[in-house]
């Protein structure tokens, strides 16, 4: 499992995942974090801008999530973001491994 959080400083969870430059990246494994990544998205690239389906593009940065958590996001990116088969979960929480914990406890 692929998991997305918005956070454009690489350690808090952060809102308007529409114009939010940086992505905390979870690999999942068994229910074990195999690896943690921050990336940078390009003026292009963010979502704001992307209006298309990611699973479409491979090369884009966000390709192959399957949760995308964030503080906020608008009715059209949620719409977008479902209709390619993403999970999107809206939280308070600003600790991103806790909510990434959060996902992991409701999927049993």
Not at 63 to 71: D, E, K, L, R
Not at 91 to 106: H, M, Q
Request: net charge positive.
């Amino acid at each position: 499992m692929k998991i997305a959080v918005t956070s454009a400083n690489g350690k808090t969870i952060c809102g308007h995942a529409g114009k939010c430059p940086g992505y905390l990246i979870y690999e999942i494994n068994k229910n074990q974090t195999i690896r943690q990544t921050h990336i940078k998205l390009s003026r292009d690239q963010l979502l704001r801008e992307f209006s298309y389906p990611i699973s479409g593009y491979p090369d884009h940065p966000l390709a192959g999530i399957n949760v995308f958590i964030t503080q906020g996001l608008g009715d059209g990116l949620q719409a977008r973001l479902e209709s390619d088969n993403i999970k999107v979960i809206e939280t308070k929480d600003i600790d991103p491994l806790l909510a990434v914990n959060r996902i992991e406890l409701t999927r049993h």
